[in-house]
């Protein structure tokens, strides 16, 4: 098992036995932190997919960047997580919600189109979805990770439209 697996797995845990937080925010805290762990989870899983099938030395540095940033912000929101006591998923679970998040093959189009164009719709979707907790947590934590995680967000918006319009 890998070291980011092993962090997640044991984060989960560990946060488990936090169940007493039962309030509708800290619920909702704890959903919002799955939610955004199983789509970072996809996003690395898609990338490193991409970084093996794809032949542009382009792709390849895009899944590299992707991969390493959204390791780094699964890895905070673990620490968050464990910081608060939240209730997470158990890894199992979070991975599943990935594998559903996963981008599928389009018809017509090759790997790296079809990579492309999913990255610059799940980026965009993770920076609104990032941007409106940021807006309306007062959890300082939160507030933190999305300051830290939303430019790195940005960036690979912009290298996903780049790529898409290579493509």
Request: glycine fraction near 2%; aromatic fraction near 4%; charged fraction near 25%.
């Given at each position: 098992?890998?070291?980011?697996?092993?962090?997640?797995?044991?984060?989960?845990?560990?946060?488990?036995?936090?169940?007493?937080?039962?309030?509708?925010?800290?619920?909702?805290?704890?959903?919002?932190?799955?939610?955004?762990?199983?789509?970072?989870?996809?996003?690395?899983?898609?990338?490193?997919?991409?970084?093996?099938?794809?032949?542009?030395?382009?792709?390849?540095?895009?899944?590299?960047?992707?991969?390493?940033?959204?390791?780094?912000?699964?890895?905070?929101?673990?620490?968050?997580?464990?910081?608060?006591d939240l209730p997470v998923?158990?890894?199992?679970?979070?991975?599943?919600?990935?594998?559903?998040?996963?981008?599928?093959?389009?018809?017509?189009?090759?790997?790296?189109?079809?990579?492309?164009?999913?990255?610059?719709?799940?980026?965009?979707?993770?920076?609104?979805?990032?941007?409106?907790?940021a807006q309306t947590t007062?959890?300082?934590?939160?507030?933190?990770?999305?300051?830290?995680?939303?430019?790195?967000?940005?960036?690979?918006?912009?290298?996903?439209?780049?790529?898409?319009?290579?493509?």
């Amino acid at each position: 098992m890998n070291r980011m697996a092993t962090r997640i797995r044991n984060a989960s845990f560990a946060t488990l036995l936090g169940l007493f937080a039962s309030s509708a925010f800290a619920q909702s805290l704890a959903e919002f932190i799955d939610e955004v762990s199983a789509k970072g989870m996809a996003d690395i899983e898609a990338s490193r997919l991409a970084h093996q099938k794809s032949e542009s030395r382009e792709v390849k540095d895009y899944t590299i960047v992707v991969i390493n940033d959204r390791t780094t912000a699964n890895q905070h929101l673990a620490k968050i997580a464990r910081q608060l006591d939240l209730p997470v998923a158990p890894r199992e679970e979070v991975v599943e919600k990935a594998k559903a998040l996963m981008p599928q093959a389009m018809d017509g189009v090759t790997f790296d189109e079809a990579y492309a164009a999913s990255q610059v719709k799940t980026t965009q979707e993770a920076i609104d979805q990032l941007q409106q907790e940021a807006q309306t947590t007062d959890v300082p934590q939160i507030k933190a990770f999305a300051e830290e995680t939303l430019p790195k967000l940005q960036n690979h918006l912009q290298m996903a439209k780049a790529l898409q319009a290579k493509s």
